[in-house]
């Protein structure tokens, strides 16, 4: 296995690449790569050769659906590249990059502009209050525009945003860039692949524009310090070397995000990137110290040794790989250490950093690098690892919750005899990926966050574990009650030579509140039936109950009085009068007005306010009860209650209205009687089934 350079906490710098799906990501960080020299070949991403694209699936749907590290070396600094999906469906990935991220590029299309991914992983920096910088890519393709998206950025994004260059042409005309802090112009050389450049004097026809953005650039940065200020009101000109400075302290604080460009697949502008994400964005040594419970880590090689796990994958033939990042103290090959959240302990063995499909293997790894290991026994994604002796936790990643269920079996029976072990281990590889097996409907449930995200997961099980999976429509949890009270006898007899059977006891039902479950009173005189017996008239009523009345679905929240019966001195026994009691609940049930209760949920929608009625207008379709909306800065909360039957996809469709921008949370609320048309389809299409299955 190849090896890989050792680099010092201040020599790193740890980069998380955001945007849109289909923005540009992959594609730049593989053309920072291959500029770097860190790249054998130049990938193309639909050719399904990019250096971060590292898994089958990935390369059929020529999209990331995974965080895959990188790294380029310039200038004497490693700067650790972390690819992220740019699809709402995979946002768990970009979650887990971004935490461990110290700063970040925001990638948007010159042709698209801002998008609701943008918005998304905007909000995921803000949260975590660290460094950017916009990247403007695609300026070569048909329809670029630099100043629309710029405006864009300004408008929806931040009034922070400031180009720190200007292309030069745009689309078939893209040939360069003026950098603003040198105020020169950069001519690509066409063909080079590595963003090799001529350096000269800005174009006359540019000029104009060139001072009005060199002017807006020396204000903003004239804000960032009371000297520069004053100087710069005084007519003085901010040297490079200050307004690089005065650029770093801004980005670090949020007080500024520099807009950069260029076209990836061309390699322009890569170079003037890698150059300003060693200047302008900090090392981990420059973040100071991490919160750990009630301690604090210092980013230094002689602090005890902390990582956290942000990724585990299964490859063919290797194994798991767990994926870390060290927050203080060194990491060498062979060393044991503690995981204080499963109670054991882990050898690190042929310790590596990762590069796209490859891993180099390194000797050391210093506080705020980047490395993977194979073949923890017991270690998973948001564990932390520390030094033995030592209980250390850190902050581990908020996973967004699943929104979106189908229901999963083996498409043969030696695929549903794997099943349960291998969707435990895509789980694994994705903790937005859940799975549980549901005993009263008899289905395994398998939650994602879309269903491209679901879709992935399957074929992930058909390539690495060889097991097919046919998807359903998860059953719904009916229930059903009784609606009035009701008296009726329950009689059983058998005679077959012998001793016989014989049971009789005479009920009285009544509804109870919901949530009351079933109540059973004994209102037997003058030992008509033994006391003895009674216990099986209970059970024989609540056996009963579980199989319902309407539609084979539990009966519940009802009282049964068993007030006279008989006996015979002989026949009678508990079995007898265990058959009696449930034969007397189909009979008065019956009469006593049985409805089908249907699951509610109550839907909490977070949308932008262009789209409350459209949101609306959907949920009275699904037969929801708006019960309030509470507005907030431009978006607006809507509270409703829905039957859970007509949520099924409810992701996808809101995901449609709202163009991505809108999410739900749910939560089951209780039971309510399904109106009679309604209950009516779920009876018959009970009835079919139970035909079929004759």
């Known amino acids: 296995m190849a090896t890989a350079k050792e680099y010092r906490t201040e020599q790193i710098r740890n980069v998380v690449v955001l945007g849109h799906g289909g923005c540009g990501k ?37 999209i990331s659906l995974q965080v895959t590290p990188a790294f380029a070396e310039f200038q004497g600094t490693k700067i650790n590249l972390l690819d992220t999906p740019g699809y709402l469906d995979f946002t768990g990935d970009t979650i887990a990059a971004t935490r461990v991220a110290d700063a970040a590029v925001i990638v948007v299309s010159a042709t698209s502009g801002i998008e609701v991914g943008t918005e998304q992983v905007w909000e995921y920096c803000e949260t975590r209050g660290i460094p950017r910088v916009f990247f403007i890519s695609m300026m070569d393709k048909e329809n670029a525009n630099f100043h629309r ?54 174009p006359e026809e540019l000029r104009d524009s060139f001072s009005t953005w060199e002017t807006e650039l020396q204000e903003t940065l004239a804000t960032t310090d009371e000297a520069l200020l004053e100087r710069f009101i005084e007519g003085e000109e901010i040297s490079r070397e200050e307004a690089i400075e005065a650029m770093a302290l801004g980005v670090g604080r949020g007080d500024c995000i520099p807009v950069f460009c260029g076209a990836a697949k061309q390699s322009f502008g890569v170079r003037a990137l890698l150059k300003k994400m060693v200047e302008l964005f900090p090392s981990p040594s420059e973040i100071g110290p991490v919160p750990a419970g009630d301690q604090e880590l210092s980013p230094t090689d002689d602090a005890p040794f902390s990582a956290l796990v942000f990724k585990t994958t299964n490859e063919p033939h290797v194994g798991e790989l767990s994926m870390f990042r060290i927050y203080s103290g060194t990491v060498v090959n062979g060393m044991e250490v503690a995981n204080p959240e499963r109670g054991g302990t882990e050898k690190l063995n042929h310790i590596s950093v990762p590069q796209g499909k490859d891993r180099l293997e390194v000797p050391r790894l210093h506080a705020g690098d980047i490395g993977v290991v194979a073949k923890l026994r017991d270690t998973h994604t948001g564990d932390t690892l520390c030094q033995t002796g030592r209980t250390i936790k850190l902050d581990g990643i908020d996973f967004p919750k699943p929104d979106i269920s189908v229901a999963v079996r083996g498409e043969a029976r030696s695929d549903e005899d794997k099943l349960g072990e291998v969707l435990g281990r895509i789980h694994e590889e994705d903790p937005t990926f859940f799975t549980e097996f549901d005993p009263e409907l008899g289905q395994t449930i398998a939650r994602g966050l879309g269903e491209l995200h679901l879709d992935v997961q399957f074929e992930r099980m058909k390539r690495k574990f060889g097991v097919s999976v046919v998807t359903e429509r998860p059953k719904i949890a009916y229930r059903e009650t009784i609606t009035r009270s009701a008296q009726g006898q329950g009689r059983f007899k058998k005679q077959s030579g012998g001793r016989g059977q014989f049971g009789d006891c005479w009920i009285r039902l009544k509804p109870l509140s919901a949530g009351e479950g079933i109540l059973f009173e004994n209102s037997i005189k003058g030992g ?47 079995i007898a009068f265990k058959v009696a009691g449930s034969m007397a609940l189909r009979n008065v049930a019956e009469k006593a007005g049985p409805v089908l209760l249907e699951p509610i949920i109550e839907v909490a929608v977070t949308t932008p306010d262009d789209y409350v009625g459209d949101i609306m207008g959907d949920l009275n379709q699904r037969r929801g009860r708006v ?54 389809k779920v009876i018959s299409a009970r009835q079919e089934e139970e035909a079929a299955a004759r």
């Open 627 to 680: 019960l309030g909306m509470n507005p907030m800065g431009g978006r607006t909360t809507i509270t409703a209650r829905v039957p859970e039957v007509e949520l099924y996809k409810y992701a996808s469709s809101l995901r449609s209205i709202t163009q991505g921008r809108a999410h739900h949370t749910r939560k089951f609320v209780g039971y309510e009687a399904a109106p009679t048309n309604e209950a009516q």
């Open 528 to 574: 008509v039936i033994p006391s003895k017996y009674l216990p099986s008239v209970e059970r024989g009523i609540k056996e009963a109950a579980t199989r319902g009345i309407l539609a084979g679905y539990p009966l519940q929240d009802f009282a049964a009085e068993c007030y006279d019966g008989s006996y015979h001195s002989v026949d009678s026994s508990d």
């Open 26 to 62: 992959t594609s730049l960080i593989d053309a920072l790569c291959f500029a770097s020299g860190n790249a054998r070949r130049r990938g193309n991403v639909d050719e399904g050769h990019a250096h971060t694209l590292t898994t089958e699936e990935e390369v059929a749907h020529e």
């Open 149 to 202: 998206v710029y405006q864009e950025i300004k408008d929806i994004m931040t009034p922070s945003a400031v180009p720190v260059e200007i292309p030069i042409g745009a689309a078939d005309d893209f040939r360069g860039i003026i950098n603003l802090f040198s105020k020169r112009a950069h001519f690509y050389k066409s063909g080079t692949q590595t963003g090799e450049y001529d350096e000269g004097d800005v």
